[in-house]
C-alpha cells in the first residue's frame, strides 16, 4: 500500500482550524482508497517564533525536505510587526520558498457554478471564468538585493531591488508552456516593460521561449492593464504568467472574481523535490479563533497536492466535486454568504465535506 509522506505546517490565526477540516479529509480518503498518510505536524510561522524563536525552525525545513509533500495553511499575525524583519513569519515563508527552490506558484481561478452569485462581479463577466495564474516565486523584487532602510541627507530612505535572470525567467515560462498545452494554448505574460529594465528583459525572455512552440498563442500586456482587464473581461484569460510582486497582487484580485479569497488554493513547485499546497489567503487574524473561516481553499489545496504530487486524480477529484455539493445544496461560510444560503461554521462546512466523500 502507497504510504504518502505529508508535513503539515498549520501556523497561525486560522491555519488550525482549516488544517482540521483537510486533516479529516486525507483519514477519509485513506479509508476509502489504496493509500495512507503519514503526517508529520511541525512548527512554522508565528507559533514557531513563539516556541523556538524562528519562523522557519531547521528542523521544520528538514522535515518538508524529507517529506512527499508540505502541505502548508497561513502564517501572521499584526503582533509580530514590530519583530526584525528576519524573524517575521513572512519572512519564514520565503525561507521555505527558497530552501524548497520553489520558483514555480500555480494559481488555479475557477468559479463554482453555484458562487456566481456571491462574486462582487456580475453574473455575465465571471460565468465560465476558468484561468491559471503561473507566478514566479523565488525571484524579483521579494529576494532582490541591495534593499534596506538607510540614512541618507538627513531623512530616511527605503529601497528594494527588482531583477530576474533570464534562466529564471525561461524556467517559468516552461511550466507556463507545459500548463498551457493542456488548456487552451494561450499564455499572456503580464510586466511592465514600458518602465522597467527589468520588465523588458522578462518579456524577451518569454518570446524566445515561447517562440519554439509554435502551438502556444503569446500575447504581452502591461500590469496595470491586466489588472483592468481581469475586472472587465476576465474569461479573455488562461494561463497568466508573471512575476512574484505582481503575481502576488493579481491572484488576489482574481480570488475575489471567485466570491471570496478563501476558496483559492495554490500550489508551489520545483522540478525536483517536494511542492508545497497551501491557500491563497492569509492567517485572517481577524476572524481566528470563532470557527468561521472559509475551508475550501485549504481543501482545494489538499486536492491539488493529490492531484499534481500525489497522482492520486479521483481522490482530488472527490474533494472537489463533494465541495461542489455542499455549496449547491446552499451552504455557506459567513465569507459566502448571501441572502438567500445557509450558514454553517468552519467545522460544519468541514463535516458536510466529509460526508459527501
Ligand atoms: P488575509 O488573507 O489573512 O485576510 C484578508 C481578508 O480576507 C480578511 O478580512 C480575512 O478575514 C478574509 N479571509 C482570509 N481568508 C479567509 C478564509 N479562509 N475564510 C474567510 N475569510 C477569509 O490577508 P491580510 O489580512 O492582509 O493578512 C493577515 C496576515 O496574514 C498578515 O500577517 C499577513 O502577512 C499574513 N499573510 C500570510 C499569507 C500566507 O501565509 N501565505 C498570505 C497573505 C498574508
Known sequence: MKNYKIVLLSGDGIGPEISEVSIRILQKLAIRFDFKFTINKELFGGIAID?????????????????????????????????????????????????????????????????ISSSSLKEEIVKDVDL???????????????????????????????????????????????????????????????????SQLWRDNVKEIIMKHPEIQLSNMYVDNAAMQLIKDPKQFDVILTNNLFGDILSDLSAMLTGSIGMLPSASLTLKGPGVFEPVHGSAPDIAGQNIANPIAMALSTAMMLRIAFNEIKAADLIESAIDKVLSEGFRTADLRDNTSKLISCSEMGQRIIEEI
Not at 96 to 113: H, T
Not at 145 to 150: Q, T
Open 51 to 115: 516556541n523556538c524563536g524562528v519562523p522557519a525552525p531547521e528542523k521544520t525545513i528538514q522535515a518538508c525536505k524529507e517529506s512527499d509533500a508540505v502541505l502548508l495553511a497561513c502564517v501572521g499575525d499584526n503582533k509580530y510587526d514590530s519583530l526584525d524583519r528576519s524573524i517575521r513569519p513572512e519572512t519564514g515563508l520565503l525561507k521555505l520558498r527558497s530552501e524548497l527552490n520553489l520558483f514555480a506558484n500555480i494559481r488555479p481561478v475557477k468559479i463554482r457554478k453555484s458562487l
Open 132 to 198: 491559471i495564474v503561473v507566478r514566479e516565486l523565488t525571484g524579483g523584487i521579494y529576494f532582490g538585493e541591495p534593499r534596506g532602510i538607510i540614512k541618507a541627507n538627513d531623512e530616511e530612505k527605503g529601497f528594494n531591488t527588482m531583477s530576474y535572470k533570464s534562466s529564471e525567467v525561461k524556467r517559468i515560462t516552461e511550466v507556463a508552456i507545459d500548463i498551457a498545452k493542456g488548456r487552451s494554448k494561450k499564455i499572456c505574460s503580464v510586466d511592465k516593460a514600458n518602465v522597467l529594465e527589468v
